[in-house]
């Protein structure tokens, strides 16, 4: 598989990764994927007290350009807040990260875990839900 | 001594030519260049004797007579000519039933699922969850009209070996045509075609240390077993493959099975010193899971799946060897090693096998570098895994309900 630089990158130097506390109120979670097709994202935000993502942490299961689409959304999303992070399109990762088209499915999951996170945190806070 | 990388751990993919092999076959491309089948003059009869001369060797290796040894291009081209040819030849007597196993190579899949488009019916049979065949399923599976069985004698992912002598006895006993795929087993395994119940055997040269493009198929001759040329043309080989016969390759061939019969039990001892040693090292990380019988296998192959790694991102972590993976998603498809998955093996961990293939220049320093850098990619890897976090947690990954995609 001939993979872009910027993925061998961030494959070989992943970026946040780690868990933050599931419990902590200012934490959202997202977990997409399953072990059976091949790949599994957990993404993971921190907004702070204005509603900013302050941190990003991730855990994938999945072959380089999955790890690697989910390790640059964690980057992408610190001093974004809820809804502009949920504006992040998985044709913007895959353009960044030159992905072949057998591997667009891993940034539609990074896009997916994106959604999925931000829900989590929204679902936690309701005085963010009208802003879905 | 120094060590290069990549390390080559992948000999059952293919070997690379032994040296001894290469230098005797330079010779037949620029000098003894002549036609094998030239019977006018002095070129065509060295090359004719040289043919024959590395006949001699293929059939000193596997204890038959030389006259039951047919050049093909590879063993590809054995198992097609063996089994469409046997399939065709027979059908008419006997019936169009064939019975093979799941977990054979393509090169015996495919021609047997071409027979089934022609009108053959075909039975895949599952091996048990250590690869090998259960005897008693094997007979379950006959029927009048079975026609032909092909069983391979070493599996080419988990290594293991057949019992070839009993499956054979019970195809002698019924009447059955037997063809083994060896392409695997030469050099690795004793092969004695005086004793074995094999009625037909397909060899390859580039498995063993020869050149790639040149095989063998063994036809018995007692009983004389016929088979329907799939290559018309010159009518070379007693009518069953025609074609020009490649003198170099042959002449490499037939070396490459002279030095196999010579050094096959010294280089077995060393290879499976070898092999326990990367074993010992790898099942020291957790959660891994061998592939096969770990007993009735070559020592020559190591197959091991990494739980909570995914396949792909696997196979990046460690270029720095070169092994196979269960895993073919590097291709467009997610699709994982079929032989696994008739081993029973999950979607997952057949995702994230490796083949470890060690051969005749593998160093003890090469399976030492490869023991430590396993340990450090898949500690690696499981830290950036969800799954293997989940595990630690003690969460059953098989009661999540994930959200497939």
């Known amino acids: 598989m001939a993979y872009s630089d910027k993925v061998i990158d961030h494959y070989e130097n992943p970026r946040n990764v780690g868990s933050l506390d599931k419990s902590d109120p200012n934490v959202g979670t997202g977990m997409v994927g399953a072990p059976a097709c091949g790949d599994v994202m957990k993404l993971q935000i921190k907004v702070n007290d204005s509603g900013i993502i302050e941190d990003a942490k991730f855990k994938t299961y999945g072959c380089g350009s999955a790890i690697a689409s989910s390790s640059l959304v964690t980057e992408w999303l610190k001093g974004k807040t809820l809804d502009q992070a949920a504006e992040i399109k998985n044709s913007a990762i895959a353009e960044e990260l030159a992905l072949p088209p057998v591997k667009i499915h891993c940034s539609v999951l990074a896009e997916d875990a994106i959604k999925a996170a931000v829900a989590d945190l929204k679902a936690k806070q309701p005085m963010n839900k009208e802003t879905v | ?405």
């Open chain 2, 1 to 405: 001594m120094s060590l290069t990388t990549p390390i080559y751990l992948d000999y059952s993919a293919t070997t690379p030519v032994d040296p001894r092999v290469a230098e005797k076959m330079i010779p037949y491309l620029t000098k003894i260049f002549g036609n094998p089948a030239s019977r006018s003059h002095s070129f065509g009869w060295a090359a004719e004797k040289a043919v024959e001369e590395a006949r001699e060797e293929v059939a000193r290796l596997v204890n038959a007579d030389s006259r039951e040894i047919v050049w093909t291009s590879g063993a590809t081209e054995s198992n097609n000519l063996a089994i469409k040819g046997a399939a065709h030849f027979y059908s008419g007597t006997k019936g169009k039933h064939i019975i093979t196993v799941a977990t054979e190579h393509k090169a015996v899949i495919d021609p047997v699922r071409e027979l089934e488009r022609e009108g053959f019916e075909a039975t895949f049979l599952n091996p048990e969850p250590n690869g090998l065949i259960d005897i008693e399923k094997f007979k379950a599976a006959i029927r009048p009209d079975t026609v032909l069985a092909s069983v391979m004698f070493v599996n080419n992912e988990i290594g293991v070996i057949q019992d070839i002598e009993a499956i054979g006895n019970i195809c002698r006993e019924n009447n059955i045509i037997f063809h083994v795929d060896a392409a695997q087993a030469t050099g690795k395994v004793e092969i004695d075609l005086e004793k074995l119940p094999v009625d037909l055997m397909s060899f390859s040269a580039h498995k063993t240390y020869g050149p790639k493009g040149i095989g063998a198929l063994y036809v018995r001759r007692k009983p004389r077993i016929r088979i329907e040329a799939q290559m018309h043309g010159g009518g070379h080989e007693r009518g069953m493959r025609s074609g020009t016969l490649p003198t170099h390759q042959i002449v490499g061939m037939g070396e490459a099975f002279r030095i196999a019969r010579e050094e096959m039990k010294q280089e077995n001892e060393r290879i499976l010193r070898l092999r326990n040693r990367l074993l010992q090292g790898l099942v020291s990380i957790d959660e891994v899971y061998v592939n096969g019988d770990i007993e009735k296998r070559v020592p020559h192959n190591l197959n091991i799946s990494f739980n909570f790694v995914e396949g792909e991102s696997l196979i990046m972590a460690v270029k720095d060897i070169a092994v196979s993976s269960g895993s073919a998603c590097t291709s467009a498809s997610l699709e994982p090693s079929y032989v696994l998955r008739a081993l029973g093996r999950s979607d997952e961990l057949a995702h994230s096998s490796i083949r470890f293939s060690i051969g005749r220049f593998t160093t003890e320093e090469e399976i030492d570098y490869t023991v430590s850098l396993m340990k450090n990619k898949i500690g690696k890897l499981r830290e950036l895994s969800p799954l293997w976090e989940m595990h630690l947690d003690g969460v059953d990954l098989s009661k999540v309900e994930w959200a497939a995609h």
